[in-house]
């Protein structure tokens, strides 16, 4: 069965305002995750990628945190804006052979002015 | 910032006929991949090539697929026959070292296969 997968398929926010972005996996061998951004027409675009040794990684108006008892990594985006509005993954290494990765079935997120 | 690149934007195609999907891929990166993503559903990865070899394949990429690495520069994937739920939009992606490696892959902006 799938392994990685989303809380929500839609999130809908005020510009401004912080987003929060969930993801639960249930492979507790996974040691490496990847946030992507989908734009409508677009492939996906990396954001940010965490490994399972850290709990917490920032990046430019964006956070990821690792939460490995419960399995669970969520996407945090500060001051969003509506450039934000997408579709948005995680992803994991398909299995130990780590060539392929496994995506969930994604969160649209909507921003509105 | 270096990118991926795939040519056609949009193909449509006959059904039972061949179609060659190409990418090129970012210069000085040694992975290369090929995803699919039938519309409204998620990203299922295909294929992955390394050392102008297959590294791993889904179940997905059966006998009718095929890819390779013609030149230095691109990268192609081959359906044979097509077939109408070959319909999708179909990514290409590189990275420097596996994602088992800890190293994230870039994707081109797809191809979308419509067969009629």
């Known amino acids: 069965g799938e392994s990685v997968g989303l809380h929500l398929p839609t999130l809908s926010v005020q510009e401004g305002d912080n987003s929060i972005i969930n993801c639960a996996y249930s492979n507790s061998a996974s040691d490496y995750f990847i946030w992507y951004k989908q734009e409508s027409g677009k492939g996906p675009q990396f954001i940010i990628d965490i490994r399972s040794n850290m709990d917490k990684r920032q990046g430019q108006r964006v956070t990821v945190l690792l939460n490995k008892t419960v399995k669970h990594l969520s996407l945090q985006i500060a001051a969003t804006q509506p450039g934000d509005s997408a579709v948005y993954f995680c992803a994991e290494p398909f299995n130990q052979a780590g060539t392929a990765l496994i995506f969930g079935k994604g969160t649209t997120l909507s921003v509105s002015s | 910032e270096p990118e991926v690149t795939q040519t056609p934007s949009h193909q449509v195609t006959q059904m039972g006929q061949e179609v060659i999907l190409r990418c090129v891929p970012i210069?000085?990166?040694?992975?290369f991949y090929w995803y699919r993503q039938i519309l409204g559903q998620k990203v299922e990865f295909l294929v992955s090539?390394?050392?102008?070899?297959?590294?791993?394949k889904s179940e997905i990429f059966d006998d009718q697929f095929s890819v390779e690495r013609p030149d230095g520069s691109n990268f192609t994937l081959k359906i044979r026959s097509t077939k109408l739920e070959d319909s999708a939009m179909y990514f290409c992606?590189?990275?420097?070292?596996?994602?088992?490696?800890?190293?994230?892959?870039?994707f081109g902006d797809g191809t979308r296969l419509s067969i009629l």
């Open positions: 210069s000085n990166h040694l992975y």
């Open positions: 992606a590189s990275s420097k070292d596996r994602v088992g490696a800890s190293q994230p892959q870039h």
């Open positions: 090539f390394y050392n102008n070899e297959i590294s791993e």
